[in-house]
């Protein structure tokens, strides 16, 4: 098996080719190896953790996107006032920025200890040691309101600050991978799931396997919440949206209509700011299309059949899920080549871009798509997520807007 089929089976993302080959490269180089099929042949539990570490590298901030948690702190305090206590996990939790938000925004809202447990999961065991240390830096704290920090941490050295042990005593983290839990041994139905910005690293077969197993782990009457650019792929695979604003929230789809919140938002939900998706290293962009002339053709020779254009967008896709970038690239800007004002095509180019971490040029094709189609709703997700990347909430926000809006009335005329 290959580096990058063996670390697509043990995480699910798809990593490039390149990115692979070189994790093992730094790995054997670590371990005094020099073959790398031996290495690859011979990889135990434990390496392979290792390799997987190179990998995924998440970046997190705290109170990222508030209006999900304080979702979370209205349906806890409903349930609370009927005597239920409400179970909540975070999957992914990266260093813990997520369930720590979570735990102070129950705090803030005076929710007693006992009306709620938080579990938190990640694939890293260093990122679970992060986050059980609980010790922050500037980059955590992303919001022009941090009147949290007052509250809730202490200054420990220069940009660092730690959680107070209360609010560490309040989050159970634990290491395991989405995609491998027992959900039967597991013996938990949650209430509420945060599963934010996982599946735009998936391929459709794993996002599909992803959602199966978060909707084994959810109770039938709970709340999940999603990245925005993710709701589409609940609602393709058996869930439906909750009408909560900006929270994108979802239910298990019983075919009952969504009922409508209007939760408030406390103080310190002023501005957005927290968690995780894994960081691609960079590898080589595809390479720009280039005008080739045509061939003359001898007169007795027939032409060859066109592919559809297509088709060319599918095997782009199903390259770019194996990983294989720069021939997904080049089948999209084939693609361009018959029909220049595809936005479909700069959609994907986007997509393969961010995986190969060119980021300027992934935005500069997500631009060009939605200048193409304004209502292109998952490019408007992966503007928003760049821009709140960059530091530029104000563009972030205005992105989910657009976003939101062009979902709902999805929604609407889809009769939900």
């Known amino acids: 098996m290959t580096a990058q089929a063996l670390l697509r ?4 993302l798809t990593v490039s080719k390149s990115m692979a080959e070189r994790a093992v490269r730094q790995r054997m180089e670590h371990t005094g190896q020099d073959n790398s099929d031996a290495y690859l042949a011979g990889i135990t539990a434990e390496e392979m953790t290792q390799l997987v570490e190179l990998v995924v590298v998440p970046e997190s901030w705290l109170f990222r996107d508030p ?16 005597g239920r206590t409400t179970r909540i996990a975070s ?61 809730y941490f202490t200054h420990v050295a220069d940009d660092s600050y730690r959680i107070l042990d209360a609010l560490r005593a309040q989050v159970t983290f634990k290491q395991g991978n989405l995609l491998q839990f027992d959900t039967d041994a597991l013996g938990k139905h949650y209430d509420v799931i945060f599963c934010r ?8 077969p794993t996002t599909r396997a992803a959602i199966a197993r978060l909707s084994a782990l959810l109770a039938d009457d709970g709340m999940l919440l999603a990245g925005y650019a993710e709701v589409p792929s609940f609602c393709q695979n058996g869930f439906a949206p909750l009408q909560y604003r900006q929270a994108f929230a979802l239910k298990k789809d019983d075919g009952k209509p969504a009922a409508l919140s209007q939760a408030p938002l406390p103080p310190a939900a002023k501005k957005p700011a927290l968690r995780s998706v894994p960081a691609l290293p960079p590898t080589t962009p595809p390479a720009p299309a280039r005008a080739m002339p045509a061939r003359p053709r001898p007169a007795s020779a027939p032409a060859p059949a066109a592919v559809p254009v297509t088709d060319l967008l599918a095997e782009a896709r199903t390259l770019a899920d194996r990983g294989l970038l ?17 936005a479909e095509a700069y959609y994907l180019l986007g997509l ?27 490019a408007l997700c992966h503007l928003a997520l760049l821009a709140e990347r960059n ?16 979902y709902q009335r999805r929604q609407a005329s889809a009769g939900h």
């Open 91 to 151: 999957i992914p939790c990266a260093g813990g920025e997520e369930p720590y938000s979570m735990a102070m925004a129950l705090r803030d809202a005076g929710v007693p200890r006992a009306a709620f447990s938080i579990d938190a999961y990640d694939l890293s065991p260093a990122c679970i040691a992060r986050a059980q240390a609980g010790v922050y830096g500037r980059n955590a704290f992303r919001a022009q309101d941090v009147a949290f920090r007052e509250r």
């Open 197 to 204: 910005n996982l599946l735009i690293y998936f391929d459709k």
């Open 9 to 12: 089976r043990a995480t699910g």
């Open 391 to 406: 530091g530029n909430q104000t563009a972030a926000s205005t992105l989910k807007s657009r976003a939101a809006r062009i």
């Open 67 to 82: 209006q999900a948690f304080y979702a979370t702190v209205e349906l806890v305090q409903e349930r609370w006032s009927r």
């Open 326 to 342: 720069r021939e997904a690239g080049d089948k999209c800007h084939a693609h361009l080549a018959r029909v220049p004002e595809a």
């Open 352 to 378: 393969i871009n961010e995986l190969a971490g060119k980021m300027d040029l992934a935005d500069d094709y997500w631009r060009r798509c939605i200048y193409l189609q304004p209502d292109h709703y998952e």
